[in-house]
């Protein structure tokens, strides 16, 4: 255990280096957050129809996703992808470690660490400035905290299968281009969930990835009430078993019949 806490710690100093592009992101996120925010408007303003949510949650929806963006598992370790297209990644397995923990400690990592460095300032400045809401309750407050946890742990999982992917293909390009577009439309991070049709509701929120951002998010504005964290905690969890059940096992046939190229 201290060799992973040693990885992780290692991984999270390093990851906290890019304060550059930390910055442009915060930038990035609050332009595509106001574009968001006033599609919605429009479209609230435009419409005299019922809305399963209140133009003030989705508002705040929007900048938690913003917010909280590089949480999603919308990439793999450029680190890892580049060590295995040069044939370096033969110097994990040289580790006295179990890879898949190792490389498991990383997602946990990429998806902390510039988190950390991008969600507090942009917080700061949509609660000021953007119409970001408190949490409907305390109690909705700490639901989300826990949920958040659980999220990471979720995404730090499918991150890991991305990741262990490479080491069945020749690039791995695909995986990275289609993983975001997949991510964003069924986690809710582009348009909330309860905005899709109802015959979709069931299949989109048994999917993993509505525990990443839609059922956290919904936590802290009070539309999922807390007495609910339980079942989404426990959606998350039972998604991450089976992701770290799958991984492991593709790790383990991976490694028995491995390939590089490059050297």
Known sequence: ????????????????????AA???????LFWGLIRVMIFEAFFLSSTASQPMELADVITYIW?????????????DRDLQSMVRSGG?????????NVYNAWYWRAVALRTAPTLLRSVPLL??????????APASLASGLAFVVAM????????AFT???SIALLWTVSGEGLTYMAPGVVAIFSGNIVP???????????????PFSGIVDSPFRLYVGHIPPSDLLLVVAHQLVWTFAFVALGKWMMARSLRRIEFQGG
């Open 64 to 76: 938690l996703g913003q917010a909280f963006l590089v949480v999603l598992p919308w990439n793999v």
């Open 149 to 156: 946890i659980g999220a990471v742990a979720l995404s730090a």
């Open 23 to 29: 910055v442009a992101g915060i930038g990035t996120q």
């Open 193 to 207: 969930l309860p905005f899709f049709p109802d015959w979709a509701q069931t299949a989109i929120r048994l999917l």
């Open 124 to 133: 700061v400045l949509a609660a000021l400035f953007f119409d970001l809401q």
């Open 1 to 20: 255990m201290i060799g992973y806490r040693a990885l992780v710690s290692a991984r999270f100093r390093a990851l906290l280096q890019y304060r550059s």
């Open 89 to 97: 990644v033969t110097y994990e397995l040289l580790r006295p470690m």
């Open 160 to 162: 890991n299968l991305l």
